[in-house]
């Protein structure tokens, strides 16, 4: 959950993903990095509007495909002239007013160019990059790249190909402690659904797969799904309208008739008592009878909490499995991130996740496990293996909670570049600008997927979680 206050300190007037009354009153240029709420702070407040209104901001500017989610929402609706989507790595040159000199102690314009860069989180999510005469800045947002990725960033590279100075770093420090050092990636994540799925379906038509996807940045797997079985998924008439509007290449792989497919990603519905025979969660039952059901549930907070993150992706149970899959960087993903840019600050933007044992993050502890890392740094180390950089954590922290049966990893592989951009392998018609018609407002909901709030089970899966 971010807690970062909005401030680009280098770039006064420039405010990202925070718009409280007072960066509302000092922001000249407004910016979001996604559509996730703990991102979206105050994006409805009036304050924003009004200096929006009044022609005191350039406007909000984020990218196409986060526009083109906006638009589609009617919460925003009041927003969409002063909406701005740029492209991703297209430089755009920016001046704010009034700002002072300190030389010659007068008003001048001040002239900066933001580029956009895939973040690797969910639809939409970008970096921005601000370059000018206070120094190189780089905002990750909540980000996830690969390991030795950052280098391949073209926007981080000048044009003889090598790096770009980075000045300060405002990083996604979700994940920034020992016990998350390895994260299996996505990929892993997406083979363990799909050759759970394919195993339990093959059991016969009576067979039926629940898969939890609770908040925004699960579309890939659905659209694994679908492409690997030739069946859609289906999903409540209000997410099937939501994706139809904003992301077609999405809802083409979704349902609503939960009579067309045997996966079923639906909302649990209130209204089924326990009684009920069917746990398909919107209530369905096939004129079989009563389906046998797997579930699957994807998530990785709870596993970090108990300092048990299992390296094969996944712990199962009985007719379930619980799947690791997260969309901010591990420990290890962030460090390399900050390793390959050497900057001279780095700004932690979240309270990082730790281990139960340990109690509660502080985000000043993010810079003591970077700090070996920043350009001019005492330390030569520039060691990946972050078990030697958490040497002094305390050994009580990192000891295991919970003991979880060993199970072989399938093979892993690195993240798609396709994943950079938008955690979902869609085509460029996501991104094409186009105006995206009303939907029922479901934005307000979309909360972060790491908060690892779970959908309401029914009596019996409750009493065995």
């Not at 704010?96 to 989180?121: C, R, S």
Request: proline letters at 6%.
């Amino acid at each position: 959950m971010s807690t970062f206050d909005g401030v680009i300190r280098e770039y006064n007037g420039v405010i990202v993903d925070q718009f409280c009354a007072q960066n509302c009153r000092n922001g000249q240029a407004f910016f979001l990095s996604h559509c996730h709420k703990d991102h979206m702070k105050n994006l409805t407040s009036t304050e924003l509007t009004a200096t929006l209104r009044s022609g005191g901001a350039k406007g909000l500017f984020c990218s196409v495909a986060t526009r083109d989610l906006l638009q589609a929402d009617p919460d925003f609706e009041h927003l969409r002239h002063f909406m701005v989507g740029l492209a991703v790595d297209e430089p755009v040159v920016l001046k704010l007013a009034n700002h002072t000199d300190d030389q010659n102690a007068k008003a001048i314009d001040l002239e900066f160019t933001v580029t956009l860069i895939p973040a690797g989180h969910c639809p939409g999510s970008v970096m921005f990059l601000f370059e000018g005469p206070n120094g190189n800045v780089l905002y990750t947002g909540d980000f996830r790249v690969s390991i030795g990725e950052t280098p391949n960033l073209s926007s981080l590279q000048t044009c003889g190909g090598s790096l770009k100075t980075i000045d300060s770093v405002y990083v996604d420090s979700t994940f920034c402690h020992p016990a998350a050092a390895h994260i299996p990636p996505r990929s892993l994540s997406r083979k363990v659904v799909l050759e759970r799925t394919g195993r339990w379906l093959a059991k016969g038509e009576g067979h039926y797969v629940c898969v939890r996807a609770p908040t925004f940045g699960y579309e890939h797997v659905w659209m694994a799904l679908y492409e690997e079985f030739d069946m859609p998924i289906h999903v409540s008439d209000r997410v099937y309208g939501y994706y139809s509007r904003s992301l077609p290449e999405v809802a083409r792989c979704l349902t609503t008739d939960p009579a067309e497919t045997r996966i079923h990603s639906c909302k649990w519905d209130s209204s089924i008592t326990s009684s009920f025979r069917s746990y398909l969660p919107c209530g369905y039952v096939p004129s079989s009878g009563a389906p046998a059901i797997y579930r699957i549930r994807m998530s990785i907070m709870g596993f970090v909490r108990n300092n048990s993150i299992p390296t094969c992706g996944y712990v199962e149970y009985e007719n379930s499995i619980h799947v690791v899959h997260s969309m901010h960087a591990s420990y290890n993903e962030i460090r390399d991130l900050v390793k390959s840019l050497r900057p001279r600050a780095v700004h932690a933007c979240v309270n990082p996740a730790v281990p139960k044992a340990v109690g509660v993050g502080c985000i000043e502890d993010v810079g003591e496990r970077l700090k070996d890392l920043l350009c001019g740094s005492s330390s030569d180390s520039t060691s990946e293996d972050a078990n030697s950089n958490g040497r002094n954590e305390s050994a009580a922290s990192l000891k295991r909670q919970a003991s979880w049966p060993s199970r072989k990893p399938l093979h892993e592989e690195p993240e798609p570049k396709s994943l950079l951009l938008s955690s979902v392998a869609v085509t460029a018609s996501i991104c094409s600008g186009s105006e995206s018609q009303a939907h029922p407002a479901v934005m307000s909901r979309l909360g972060d997927p790491d908060e690892d709030q779970a959908l309401p089970m029914p009596p019996k899966r409750r009493r065995r979680a």
